[in-house]
């Protein structure tokens, strides 16, 4: 497959270190920075996991900058204390109280899937959060339990909405993990804009031109250099566009309209806050807490037509699609997760690529925390 073939070879500047080695050691500088052991293994699982499944943009690249430095700078608590604001049969609100995002969705799944196995559906919802993580792990804690697991979240605006050009949105993923009768479940954990601060996170390491049509000036026009976009999609002079891309032409509109879908149901359901509420500054531009919302949703086949029947037909659905006639040059049709699955068997033998703007971070961190661990990468 020609997809594995360049898979080594984009990672060749890469230190790679083991799936176990890595969790520890993000476990430990959590607990480091203030995180109760408990809960920096719920972070950590969700961290590798990204890791695992070849999602470079959420996993070790994210340790430092977004909760590390987030928690010495006072606006994210690294102990989370969840209040149930209101539970009824198949639903929930909680609020995590400025708490790990990662904590609070975890609970929330879990939530969800019990209230799911009595009544078939669970939804629960959280407000004042903050980044949890991929969307997919939380989709597919529901896909080990059998059942359909849907999740969102807002986010600090970056998306412009189509025919403007200042960034109101977040990246809101809308994502879906359902079982299949194959070695992974079809999962599809996507931002609604075309790219997430994140991915252009990753190609500034790597010192990489960003493609045209990602992000745009308050004069419409599209840019390419990456690391005065990242400084520019923080204080509103660049943002992201929606899936589609620039305008109506190619369909703008509908990643705008799914963003706005996941905006209200991250707030809304839950009288939480939204779009420039989540800029994470004040009027003086001094660092604030990002009060973010989610939901999840879990859903109990059994309570249909039966796990079984879903998982065969779900993985009927993607074969046929994976069989289907190529395009030219092509040599194969990729369904959601499974990218992710063969990453995750390529880097269970390999471990997880590390770039050297990470090792660097992590040898901050080892040395911060006077953590006994000492990598190759360091040799060289």
């Known amino acids: 497959m020609k997809y594995m073939d360049e898979y080594a070879e984009h990672y060749k500047d890469c230190a790679w270190v083991g799936f176990e080695e890595l969790e520890k050691f993000m476990e430990e500088a959590l607990i480091h920075a203030g995180v109760p052991a408990p809960d920096a293994k719920i972070i950590g699982d969700v961290l590798i996991e990204s890791d695992k499944r070849g999602i470079d943009s ?32 198949a639903t929930a609100v909680l609020d995590a109280h400025n708490g790990m995002g990662h904590v609070a969705g975890y609970k929330a799944m879990e939530m969800a899937i019990e209230k799911a196995k009595k009544y078939g559906l669970g939804m629960v919802v959280v407000r004042n959060s903050n980044h949890y993580g991929i969307a997919g792990y939380f989709a597919t804690m529901a896909t080990k339990a059998g059942m359909l ?52 996170e990753v190609y500034g ?31 509103g002079k660049a943002a992201l566009t929606p899936l589609g891309g620039i305008g109506e032409v190619t369909g703008g509109y509908k990643g705008f309209g799914y963003a706005t879908v996941v905006e209200i149901l991250s707030a809304a359901l839950q009288d939480g806050a939204w779009m420039k509420a989540l800029n994470g500054f004040d009027d003086e531009h001094k660092a604030i807490p990002y009060p973010l919302g989610h939901f999840f949703i879990a859903i109990d086949p059994e309570h249909f037509m039966g796990l079984d029947t879903f998982k065969r037909i779900a993985g009927s659905i993607c074969r046929e699609l994976r069989a289907s006639k190529l395009a030219p040059g092509e040599d194969y049709i990729f369904t959601a997760g499974e990218k992710e699955y063969l990453s995750y068997q390529f880097r269970k033998e390999h471990g997880c690529p590390v770039p050297p703007s990470l090792q660097k971070v992590m040898v901050t961190l080892r040395d911060r925390f006077k953590m006994n661990y000492s990598w190759d990468f360091e040799k060289k």
């Open 205 to 235: 390491r790597a010192g990489k031109a960003l493609p045209a049509g990602w992000v745009l000036d308050h004069e419409g026009k599209t840019r390419t250099d990456t690391q005065q976009v990242l400084e520019d999609l923080t204080t």
């Open 58 to 89: 959420h996993g070790i690249g994210r340790l430092k900058p977004i909760y590390i430095d987030r928690i010495d700078m006072g606006i994210m608590n690294p102990v989370t204390e969840i209040e149930v604001i209101k539970d009824k049969d």
């Open 149 to 200: 697991g849907i999740t969102g979240t807002n986010a600090r605006p970056s998306i412009a909405p189509t025919n403007g050009v200042e960034n109101m949105l977040g990246t809101n993923p809308l994502t879906f993990g359902l079982p299949t009768d194959e070695e992974f479940p079809f999962v599809l954990d996507c931002a609604t804009s075309v790219t997430q601060r994140g991915k252009i």
